[in-house]
């Protein structure tokens, strides 16, 4: 009898495919480009060679444990909720196969990119022991964290896929759950010191922080004892992580068995429905009078906007982020009112509704494709011009209070800054504020036509939205990044006659405008030909090559 059998298939198979072999050569790559430029800056600045190790460790660690935390949003949170929209799991367990030989077996094969990319770093972390600052012992417990980081996350993976059937639905809830067991331990701690035993000393923050996946990479980087002390103050943590991540697997295979299947619904489930419908979709005079509004409109703009909550959805995390900085506000006083926290705290709105806009834009031609949905649209007198203006126009009805919400706090943020002259608000922060928000108004219109043009060609809801994020949001960053490393190995003369910020405006205003006039260009000249597509194999891209995704 072959033990889990699934596993050596799904391994054999993953071997196989193209981006196992790009997902380790482009990590290394990246990895080299990232120690190379840091060596050579700290070598140009005559650094001493043992800080200049300590700066290469912590920032390839960083960078590591960013990967290893996030890893299943490109893995495994959707290898069972695949097989749940395609009818196959099912198929599944007609055979003898039990649920843990399918958890385990995709979870294998999600996760084989993820953990050849991984190893593929492992000479890089070791390579500043060379130089010293670094202990053996410490590039060894580093290693070990990141495991079992890695194994927590594709885990915490596997458990959101075996209960979810949409991918965005089970990627957010994976990146959610993530987020919850990274911070929630020490704030859980923080509490309760210093609201129910009310001490000054880090008690219970120190105790319970052992329970986030943080906590181990923390201790590690900043470790300046023996080995022994080290691997001591971690023990625990790594015991917690690694049992959570075993609850979690446990769960997964508890729950597959029981979540592929359309459930009847009792009586009491239905009244729950019914209520629920009746705030989603309105009632039915409410609903035959959107209609008509919206069909006088666009079809299409009907089509999408039927659901009355995704504004308000889109809304939450705003609203979130606001009562946070205001909480903070009234703890640190005036301490809080500062150029530097305004930019923060605007920078992470932007991010926010610049994710939510490229996933969306992404996700109705990917599900309309996969329903044969565009081709019936496409049937109808409605022009290709008819169709992209609808769906423009959608976006528009579900993220303009979102948006008009967060232009009116960068408007207050920017009064703020002009009103407060006893910090001595420079104007360079003035002007770097206003290019911040061009760039903001810009990388949503390009967002939203990308992730449209990459939602036509993609099979994979993440995939396209991963492609549209790392064009508009990321490469303008990289290139920006490597103006400033190049002046410094150089002249250092460029920024003596312009603004960092003017150069990183110029630089994502040409790439919006590239960007924005290809993907539309395109979309308006193939539409017909990619809605009748059957997700045929495409050549891919430097980036989706370089970050394993596709097969």
Request: charged share 15%; with cysteine; glycine share 6%.
């Amino acid at each position: 009898m072959t033990v889990l059998p699934v596993v050596g298939r799904e391994l054999r198979v993953a071997s196989r495919k193209k981006s196992t072999f790009f997902s380790r050569v482009g990590t290394a790559s990246i990895a080299w480009v990232i120690f190379g430029v840091i060596y050579y800056v700290g070598t140009f600045g005559r650094e001493n060679p043992k800080n200049t190790g300590i700066v290469l460790f912590n920032i390839l660690a960083f960078l590591s444990f960013l990967y290893c935390l996030f890893a299943s949003l490109a893995t495994t949170c959707d290898s069972l909720s695949e097989e749940k929209r395609q009818n196959t799991l099912g198929l599944l367990f007609l055979t003898d196969l039990k649920s843990y030989d399918i958890v385990i077996g995709k979870m294998a094969a999600g996760s084989l990119s993820s953990v050849y990319a991984f190893f593929s770093v492992f000479p890089l972390l070791a390579l500043p022991l060379l130089m010293g600052g670094v202990t053996p012992g410490q590039v060894g417990l580093l290693i070990v964290v990141l495991l079992n980081t890695l194994f927590l996350s594709l885990s915490c993976g596997m458990l959101m896929s075996s209960i979810s059937r949409n991918e965005v639905r089970a990627s957010s809830s994976t990146f959610l759950i993530i987020i919850l067991l990274l911070v929630s331990p020490p704030l859980m701690g923080v509490f309760i010191d210093t609201q129910i035993l009310h001490s000054s000393r880090p008690l219970m923050t120190e105790y319970w922080a052992q329970f986030s996946p943080a906590y181990g990479y923390y201790k590690v980087v900043q470790s300046r004892v023996a080995l022994q002390a080290t691997y001591q103050a971690i023990q625990t943590h790594l015991i917690a992580v690694n049992l959570m991540s075993w609850i979690a697997l446990l769960l997964a295979c508890l729950f597959v068995r029981h979540t592929w299947q359309d459930k009847v619904a009792g009586s009491k489930p239905v009244r729950w429905r019914e209520v629920w419908n009746r705030w989603k979709w309105g009632t039915d005079e409410s609903k035959g009078f959107r209609r008509r509004r919206l069909l006088n409109l666009n079809p299409y703009i009907w089509l999408d906007g039927r659901n009355r909550l995704v504004s308000i959805s889109s809304m939450l995390p705003i609203v979130f982020v606001a009562v946070i900085w205001i909480g903070f506000g009234i703890k640190f006083s005036s301490d809080w009112f500062e150029p530097f926290n305004y930019f923060f705290t605007a920078f992470i709105i932007h991010t926010i509704l610049k994710l939510s806009v490229a996933s969306e834009a992404a996700r109705r031609f990917v599900v309309d494709r996969q329903s044969n949905a565009l081709e019936l649209v496409l049937c109808t007198p409605l022009s290709v011009r008819d169709i992209l203006s609808g769906r423009i126009g959608s976006l528009v009805r579900q993220f303009r209070p979102a948006i008009l919400s967060a232009l009116g706090i960068d408007l207050i943020f920017y009064i703020l800054m002009i009103i407060d002259s006893t910090k001595n608000v420079q104007a360079n922060w003035l002007w770097s504020y206003l290019g911040f928000v061009i760039i903001f108004i810009l990388d949503l219109i390009t967002l939203a036509w990308v992730g449209m043009w990459h939602g036509m060609n993609d099979s994979r809801i993440n995939r396209a939205f991963g492609r549209a994020v790392a064009r508009v949001m990321v490469l303008p960053w990289v290139l920006f990044l490597v103006s400033l490393i190049s002046d410094g190995l150089m002249t250092g003369a460029l920024f003596d006659w312009i603004h960092p910020m003017v150069l990183y405006v110029f630089l994502s205003v040409g790439i919006n405008g590239g960007f924005y006039l290809s993907a539309r260009t395109r979309l308006e000249a193939e539409f017909r030909i990619k809605a009748t597509d059957r997700f045929q194999a495409t050549s891919r891209s430097l980036l989706s090559r370089l970050f394993g995704t596709g097969n």
